[in-house]
């Protein structure tokens, strides 16, 4: 089949520019071409770390959380490559409780859920969220950067009206196979259709939008916020993610936006170069996913750090010193690798969880955790 660049390129001489989020979309997800079809992508050996992927200690703190909560279901959507039920499942076998919990994966790639199923066979492994009945789940639903890899669109606002930023050709030039260079992408502006719609909903959300502001909106996150809570019967669910409560997020701090690329553990704003090589990301709006929550009956807390919950589910069970053992430079590795999912300037940080619940304390209790002195 002919590469996923040179198909979007075809589609863009054929329909005209295309909306960012298409080609995001494709970008990520096309069957052939797209970044997320393809194994291997997160870790340390990847483009970039999450935190189940970064240390077993993740999954095994989920693993606590969940036995606190006393429910069946551990529920992981958008798994990837199984890392973070395989830690799971392995802590609570340890404990000798695994019969008492169900494992679910949810992996819209076919490569990936393939070796996630692999890693974690003790789990049933989905292609898609619906395929779950509403009201059926009774546990803990844990989405670790789900929504960041949603579509976005990508907008300008010019000063008085909001325009579309898509993608766009640049003709090759000589010297490429058959004589020419391919051409290569480039952004453009257009029309945003409903762009005073758009801008009246910022306006009653107090959100003041500054001249030549770049920003993304993410239209999926609602509808997903929606389908997640409208399955949690009882229980907990967790969304780990880079994001913002929304003035925060569209503030002037933020003028050209948060749309960026991960590529070999580097960060760029070019997000247009050879779609499918690269992790396409913005960040998420954390108010707009609360609101959906809320309006579907769950409390809502947070976002607090990934810090915080991590150590209100006892991963200083996993990271503590033990000063009575025998000094062992493999196993204190493993704990400094364990410790950098809570340390101060990391990822403990900057990734901010949402926490909503049904029908438990469990929630509040996570978010208002404090260490003891």
């Excluded at 006393?70 to 404990?95: N, T």
């Excluded at 919990?101 to 890693?119: D, P, Q, Y």
């Excluded at 670790?144 to 579309?164: H, M, N, S, T």
């Amino acid at each position: 089949m002919m590469p996923l660049a040179q198909r979007l390129a075809a589609r863009i001489r054929a329909e005209g520019p295309l909306r960012f989020d298409a080609f995001q979309e494709a970008a990520l997800y096309d069957p052939e071409g797209g970044y997320y079809e393809r194994a291997g992508r997160v870790g340390r050996a990847g483009d970039f770390v999450t935190g189940p992927s970064w240390h077993p200690a993740f999954g095994r703190t989920i693993a606590r959380i969940a036995r606190r909560l006393g429910l069946a279901d551990i529920v992981d959507v958008g798994a990837g490559e199984g890392e973070l039920l395989s830690a799971a499942g392995a802590a609570l076998e340890a404990w000798g409780i695994r019969d008492r919990f169900r494992l679910t994966g949810i992996e819209r790639s076919a490569v990936r859920r393939a070796k996630a199923a692999e890693m974690c066979p003790g789990a049933d492994w989905l292609p898609s969220f619906e395929e779950i009945p509403r009201g059926s789940l009774s546990g803990l639903i844990v989405c670790y950067e789900l929504f960041d890899a949603l579509p976005v669109r990508a907008l300008l606002f010019e000063g008085e009206k909001l325009l579309e930023r898509v993608v766009t050709l640049v003709r090759g030039g000589e010297g490429g196979p058959g004589g020419e260079d391919p051409d290569s992408f480039e952004w453009s502006l257009a029309e945003c259709v409903d762009g005073a719609e758009l801008l009246d909903r910022f306006r009653r959300r107090g959100i003041h939008l500054r001249r030549n502001q770049k920003l993304e909106i993410r239209a999926g996150a609602p509808r997903l916020a929606r389908a997640l809570a409208e399955r949690l019967e009882q229980g907990l669910l967790l969304v780990f993610d880079y994001g913002a409560p929304a003035r925060a997020l569209y503030s002037a701090a933020r003028p050209n936006g948060t749309l960026e690329a991960f590529l070999a553990h580097g960060v760029t704003r070019d997000v247009l170069t050879e779609p499918g090589s690269r992790d396409l990301t913005a960040w998420v709006d954390f108010s707009e996913v609360a609101e959906a929550f809320t309006a579907a009956g769950l409390s809502v807390s947070g976002p607090v750090s990934q810090s915080r919950v991590l150590a209100a589910g006892g991963i200083f069970e996993d990271i503590a010193f033990d000063s009575t053992g025998p000094l062992d430079a493999g196993r204190e590795a493993d704990r400094r690798a364990a410790a950098a999912l809570v340390q101060p300037g990391g990822m403990g940080e900057s990734i901010r969880v949402l926490i909503a619940s049904r029908d438990t304390a469990l929630g509040s209790a996570l978010a208002s955790w404090t260490r003891p002195a």
